[in-house]
C-alpha cells in the first residue's frame, strides 16, 4: 500500500515564486516597451551631420604636427571589407559604386592610389596631415541619444530644438537635424546667418553657448607681434605705444574650421562674420583696443585706464559707454553675432547695438589686440567663431524658401557636410519622432551632455 506523501507548502511557495518573477519580468519588458513606443527611445548617431553637437563615426587620434587631440570622420573607414566605400558626407559604409542609403551620393573611392587616407588640415596648428602619418587612430563608433516622444505630442516643434524625424520618401530612415525655419516663414541663409521673413533669427543664449567654436589654439601663435611694441610675459601678450596705436592681429581669417572635418578635406572654406574676441585685460595707462573686421567695417571696443568702455563701429557715430569698475584684471569681450554688437565685462553685456549694415555674404573677417597712448597686458586672448550655415548652389531648396503651411526647415549644424532639407527637401509635421534631449553614451564628462 502507497504510503501518502505529506504536503508541506514548499512546492506551492516554488511555483509561487516563479509565478510572482515571471510576472515581474513580463511587466518590466512590457513598461520598456510602453516608454519605447510612446515616451522615449535611444537612437545611434552614425553621421557627422550635426557635429560637435553630436559625434557620428570618428577617429580619435592626434596631429602630428603640433599634438592636438583630434575626434574627426575619418577620410575612409580603415575597417571596411573590399569593395566597399564610406559615403564622404555622412560616413556610412556601402558597396562601391552604388549610392548612400542615407543621402543619396555616389559611393565613389575617397582613397588615392596609395589605398591611404586623403590629407587634411589640423584645425589648431593649420597643418597638412599626410596621408598615412596618424599613427594609432582608433576608430570610434557615433554618440548615443536619447529622444523624447511625448513633447511633439503636445505641441509644435519649434525653432533652434534638435529633432529626430523620418526622412520625406525614406520613411524607414530616421535623421536627426535642427529645427530653422517654421510653417509660413519665408526663410534665408544670408552670410552664415538664418534670416526668417526678412530679419536675422536670433539664438537663445542657453544655445549661443554652446555655439561658440575656438578659433585661437592654446598659446599665443596665433598673433603677429611688432617686436617693437609687442613681447610675450608668461601667458599674456604685452603692447606699448605711448605716442600713437599699435596693433597685434591674428594671423590669419576667421574660418569655419571644425576638428570633425580635418581629415575629410571639407575644413576652413567659409569665412565667418559672427565672431567674438574675449581677452583677461589689464590697463596700465591709455586704451586697450578689441578689434573686429567685417567685410571691411571695424568694430572697436576701447577700455581706459580709468575704467570707461567705449564702442566705435566704423566711421559712423554709432558710439556708447559705460563705467564699469576696474580692478588688476578683467574679462574684456567684443562679439558680432546675430545682427547685434555687444560689449561683456565678465560674463554681464554691458554695451549693444545693432549691426549698421544689411545681411551680406562674408568677404573678410578679422580679429586684433591693440593698445592706443600707453601699456596694457592681454592674457589668455581668445578668438571664437558662431555655427555658419551655408547654402551651396547644388542644393535643391532655392532661397529664399517659404516653408509651407505643416511643414519644417531642417538644418544640421556641421553645415559644409549634412544633408539636411537643402538636399531632402522640408520635412513634414508627422514625420517628426521626437525631441532629442540627452546624449548619453560615451559616459564621459566631455561627451555626456544635455542636447541643446
Given at each position: 500500500m502507497?504510503?501518502?506523501?505529506r504536503?508541506?507548502?514548499?512546492?506551492?511557495?516554488g511555483?509561487?515564486?516563479?509565478?510572482?518573477?515571471l510576472?515581474a519580468?513580463?511587466?518590466a519588458?512590457?513598461?520598456?516597451?510602453l516608454?519605447?513606443t510612446?515616451?522615449?527611445?535611444?537612437y545611434s548617431i552614425t553621421t557627422?551631420?550635426?557635429?560637435?553637437?553630436?559625434?557620428?563615426?570618428h577617429l580619435?587620434?592626434?596631429c602630428?604636427s603640433?599634438?592636438?587631440?583630434?575626434?574627426?570622420?575619418p577620410a575612409?573607414d580603415p575597417?571596411r571589407m573590399?569593395g566597399?566605400?564610406?559615403?564622404?558626407?555622412?560616413?556610412?559604409?556601402?558597396q562601391?559604386g552604388t549610392e548612400?542609403v542615407?543621402?543619396?551620393?555616389?559611393l565613389?573611392?575617397?582613397?588615392?592610389a596609395t589605398?591611404?587616407?586623403?590629407?587634411?588640415?589640423?584645425?589648431?596648428c593649420?597643418?597638412?596631415?599626410?596621408?598615412?602619418?596618424?599613427?594609432?587612430?582608433r576608430?570610434r563608433?557615433?554618440?548615443k541619444?536619447?529622444?523624447?516622444k511625448?513633447?511633439?505630442?503636445?505641441?509644435s516643434?519649434?525653432?533652434?530644438e534638435?529633432?529626430?524625424?523620418?526622412?520625406?520618401?525614406?520613411?524607414?530612415?530616421?535623421?536627426?537635424?535642427?529645427i530653422?525655419g517654421?510653417?509660413?516663414?519665408?526663410?534665408?541663409?544670408?552670410?552664415?546667418?538664418?534670416?526668417?521673413?526678412?530679419?536675422?533669427a536670433?539664438?537663445?543664449a542657453?544655445?549661443?553657448r554652446?555655439?561658440?567654436?575656438?578659433?585661437t589654439?592654446?598659446?599665443?601663435?596665433?598673433?603677429?607681434?611688432?617686436?617693437?611694441?609687442?613681447?610675450?610675459d608668461g601667458g599674456?601678450l604685452?603692447?606699448d605705444?605711448r605716442?600713437?596705436?599699435?596693433?597685434?592681429p591674428?594671423?590669419?581669417?576667421?574660418?569655419?574650421h571644425l576638428?570633425y572635418?580635418?581629415?575629410r578635406?571639407?575644413?576652413?572654406?567659409?569665412?565667418?562674420?559672427?565672431?567674438?574676441?574675449?581677452?583677461?585685460?589689464?590697463?596700465?595707462s591709455?586704451?586697450?583696443?578689441l578689434?573686429?573686421?567685417?567685410n571691411?567695417?571695424e568694430?572697436?571696443?576701447?577700455?581706459?585706464?580709468d575704467?570707461?568702455?567705449?564702442?566705435?563701429?566704423?566711421a559712423s557715430t554709432?558710439?556708447?559707454?559705460?563705467?564699469?569698475q576696474?580692478g588688476?584684471?578683467?574679462?574684456?569681450g567684443?562679439?558680432?553675432?546675430?545682427?547685434e554688437?555687444?560689449?561683456t565685462?565678465?560674463?554681464?553685456?554691458v554695451?549693444?547695438?545693432?549691426?549698421?549694415?544689411e545681411?551680406?555674404?562674408?568677404r573678410?573677417?578679422?580679429?586684433?589686440?591693440?593698445?592706443?597712448?600707453?601699456?596694457?597686458?592681454?592674457?589668455?586672448?581668445?578668438?571664437s567663431?558662431d555655427?555658419?550655415?551655408?547654402?551651396?548652389?547644388?542644393s535643391a531648396?532655392?532661397?529664399?524658401?517659404?516653408?509651407?503651411?505643416?511643414?519644417?526647415v531642417?538644418?544640421?549644424?556641421?553645415s559644409?557636410?549634412s544633408?539636411?532639407?537643402r538636399?531632402?527637401?522640408?520635412?513634414?509635421?508627422e514625420?517628426?519622432?521626437?525631441?532629442?534631449?540627452?546624449?548619453?553614451?560615451?559616459?564621459?564628462?566631455?561627451r555626456?551632455?544635455?542636447?541643446?
Open positions: 502507497a504510503r501518502k506523501r504536503d508541506d507548502g514548499t512546492g506551492r511557495r511555483a509561487r515564486w516563479v509565478r510572482e518573477n510576472e519580468v513580463v511587466g519588458v512590457a513598461v520598456a516597451l516608454v519605447r510612446f515616451a522615449a527611445e535611444p557627422g551631420s550635426m557635429a560637435p553637437t553630436m559625434l557620428g563615426t580619435e587620434t592626434k602630428p603640433c599634438s592636438a587631440p583630434l575626434a574627426s570622420a575612409y575597417s573590399a566597399q566605400e564610406t559615403c564622404s558626407t555622412c560616413a556610412i559604409v556601402g562601391a548612400c542615407a543621402c543619396g551620393r555616389l565613389a573611392s575617397a582613397r588615392p589605398g591611404r587616407p586623403a590629407p587634411g588640415r589640423c584645425p589648431s593649420l597643418q597638412p596631415i599626410p596621408a598615412g602619418s596618424l599613427g594609432e587612430a576608430l563608433s557615433g554618440d541619444i536619447l529622444v523624447d511625448v513633447t511633439y505630442r503636445l505641441r516643434p519649434r525653432r533652434w534638435v529633432a529626430v524625424f523620418r526622412r520625406p520618401g525614406h520613411l524607414a530612415m530616421n535623421f536627426v537635424k535642427r530653422i517654421l510653417p509660413g516663414e519665408e526663410l534665408e541663409i544670408i552670410g552664415g546667418d538664418i534670416v526668417v521673413d526678412g530679419e536675422v536670433s539664438k537663445p542657453s544655445l549661443q554652446s555655439f561658440w567654436f575656438p578659433v589654439r592654446e598659446g599665443l601663435g596665433d598673433w603677429d607681434l611688432d617686436p617693437a611694441h609687442w613681447r610675450k599674456a604685452v603692447g605705444r605716442d600713437g596705436e599699435t596693433r597685434a591674428m594671423v590669419r581669417m576667421i574660418a569655419d576638428d572635418n580635418a581629415l578635406g571639407l575644413d576652413g572654406e567659409n569665412i565667418v562674420g559672427d565672431i567674438r574676441l574675449r581677452a583677461h585685460v589689464a590697463v596700465a591709455g586704451e586697450a583696443l578689434i573686429l573686421e567685417r571691411g567695417v568694430v572697436i571696443t576701447a577700455l581706459d585706464a575704467g570707461s568702455v567705449t564702442l566705435h563701429v566704423g554709432l558710439r556708447g559707454s559705460a563705467s564699469i576696474v588688476k584684471e578683467i574679462l574684456l567684443c562679439q558680432i553675432l546675430d545682427a554688437i555687444s560689449v565685462v565678465g560674463e554681464v553685456t554695451l549693444r547695438v545693432p549691426v549698421p549694415w545681411p551680406s555674404e562674408i573678410s573677417s578679422r580679429a586684433a589686440i591693440g593698445v592706443r597712448g600707453g601699456t596694457a597686458t592681454f592674457a589668455r586672448p581668445e578668438v567663431r555655427l555658419h550655415y551655408t547654402s551651396p548652389p547644388e531648396m532655392r532661397f529664399p524658401y517659404r516653408v509651407r503651411s505643416g511643414e519644417y531642417v538644418l544640421g549644424d556641421n559644409p557636410s544633408k539636411d532639407s538636399y531632402i527637401g522640408a520635412v513634414p509635421a514625420n517628426f519622432v521626437g525631441k532629442a534631449v540627452l546624449v548619453f553614451w560615451p559616459i564621459s564628462p566631455w555626456m551632455q544635455r542636447i541643446r
